[in-house]
């Protein structure tokens, strides 16, 4: 059974980071203290316990082919779990997104847990455009995982890998930030983040 005052507690400190995020340019702000102690660990016993669970598939590519070669692991979905509990979180922040990026229009459309394995890299891109907004959260901090790399004017901004932080990118317009894994996952390491996701209505 889902615990409705975690969830409760979680959606208002969400509110809370994303409120108070720092806004780097009009399509990406970098958000800290997402969620409290309780559900984040909460969800890392649930990855240790859930680590073989045939709920972890490859990840698929935009046509939802399943793409075997890539060392990438998604769980989308796992009733009556923190994985429920998280996507009631997410999906609270839907009127706080709609105030951030009014031109998005975003219908909600659930959570993503990404295991990524070692050797796991993806290179400069922009999101699906049927994306209209996301929130990237990491789940554990090491200095030797890769965080993500935004192209920001003639430069870039990196979003390090550290814990209970990450970042929200409004991906309505043209203008909508190229980003890329900084390096790839090294040897004997795991990448776990929870990425969540609005769609555009329109």
Same mark, same amino acid.
């Given at each position: 059974m889902i615990d409705q005052a975690l969830i409760a507690e979680n959606s208002a400190t969400l509110v809370t980071a994303l409120e108070n !995020?720092? *806004?780097?340019n009009n399509r990406l702000n970098l958000v800290e203290s997402v969620f409290n102690d309780e559900i984040l660990s909460k969800? $890392? $016993?649930?990855?240790?316990?859930?680590y073989h669970s045939e709920n972890w598939i490859p990840e698929t590519?935009? /046509?939802?082919?399943?793409m075997h070669d890539v060392p990438?692991? *998604?769980?989308?979905?796992d009733a009556d779990t923190?994985?429920?509990e998280l996507h009631e979180v997410c999906a609270a922040a839907t009127p706080v997104l709609k105030k951030m990026y009014p031109n998005s229009f $975003?219908?909600?459309n659930g959570i993503v847990v990404w295991r990524d394995h070692p050797g796991y890299y993806i290179d400069w891109h922009t999101d699906n455009p049927v994306i209209g907004a996301s929130l990237q959260i990491y789940l554990d901090s090491d200095e030797g995982i890769p965080g993500t790399e935004f192209a920001i004017d !003639?430069? !870039?901004?990196l979003v390090p890998f550290f814990k209970n932080t990450g970042y929200v990118v409004d991906h309505s317009g043209p203008d909508k930030p190229s980003h890329r894994i900084? /390096?790839?996952?090294?040897?004997n390491a795991l990448r776990y983040s929870l990425f969540a996701l609005w769609y555009n209505s329109h």
């Open positions: !995020s720092n *806004k780097i969800l $890392q $016993q649930y990855l240790t316990d859930n590519n935009e /046509h939802g082919v399943p990438r692991y *998604k769980l989308t979905w923190v994985i429920e $975003q219908t909600f !003639s430069g !870039s901004l900084a /390096h790839p996952v090294p040897a």
